[in-house]
């Protein structure tokens, strides 16, 4: 029988799972806000913002596993927090001198955009500046 003081998080790609462990707690950014999800929480299903997922390491206070989200939704049930995203990534696996440079490419691509007014462009570079500076921010937790 699980131990009904902790949930599962399991966060997938296209690519394969990235992340599986479990918790006493984690923490979701929303397209509409935080969440903080504990065991026996009541099921829900949400759009995940580009950001980070926290998730409590067992057994201690403060400590918390971060992963870098790229969107996508998590849905939640039977103590089973599914986490479904175009990309993902462990704080540990960022490559920060990578996420560097693709945040300079998306700010060189930003200023383009609005130079020859393309709108559809600049929507694209700031996703992807979004995107870069989540993976930094993640990193240097």
């Known amino acids: 029988m699980a131990d009904q003081n902790l949930l599962t998080v399991n966060v997938v ?8 462990k479990q918790t006493p707690m984690v923490v979701f950014k929303t397209t ?5 999800v504990l065991p026996n929480h009541i099921p829900f299903l949400a759009s995940l913002a580009i950001d980070e997922i926290r ?4 057994g201690t206070e403060d400590q918390f596993d971060e992963i870098a989200v790229s969107g996508g939704f998590v849905e939640f049930s039977a103590n089973l927090a599914t986490v479904v ?13 990578r996420a560097a440079k693709a945040r300079k490419r998306a ?3 930003l200023e383009k955009a609005k130079q ?13 500046l979004r ?7 993640v990193a240097k937790h």
Do not use: W, Y
Not at 13 to 20: A, K, L, R
């Open 107 to 109: 700010e060189e691509r």
């Open 85 to 97: 995203a175009n990309s993902a990534e462990c704080k540990e696996d960022i490559d920060s001198e």
């Open 32 to 36: 509409i806000g935080e969440l903080g």
């Open 55 to 58: 998730v409590k390491k067992t």
């Open 13 to 20: 790609t296209p690519d394969g799972s990235v992340f599986e």
């Open 131 to 137: 995107r870069a500076i989540n993976r930094l921010n």
């Open 116 to 128: 020859t007014h393309d709108t559809d462009q600049m929507k694209r570079a700031e996703i992807s």
